[in-house]
């Protein structure tokens, strides 16, 4: 991970968004549990206030965006590695859950979430 490729993928975010330079942004790193790769959120916007998230995959691609009226969190607070895997409780890229075990998962709700080894 590096400063390059959050700038590459903050760039990628504006410009499917079309948020301008002047838009604030940040970015978490999500390690995908069902391949061995990573993606970037970039949030544009101010928290609390409106703006968008973007997931730009590796190759700077976005691979899912949405317009977040309320500036609401999509990420579960705490510290621990962010982590998506497509299933039923992990419906979108853009809300990944939180890792705060070996095997112990939490939602946007703070309410755990089954692993993806665990059915």
Known sequence: MSATDDARAVGAARAATG????VPSRVEVVRRLDRPVTYRLVFLGRPGESGWVAAVG?????LSW?????GLATVPAGSGELCWWPSARTAS??????RIGPDTFVGLDGRPVTGPAEG
């Open 19 to 22: 948020a301008g330079p002047d």
């Open 66 to 70: 949405a317009a977040s009226a309320t």
């Open 58 to 62: 590796e190759d700077g691609a976005v």
């Open 93 to 98: 890229a853009l809300y990944p859950v939180r």
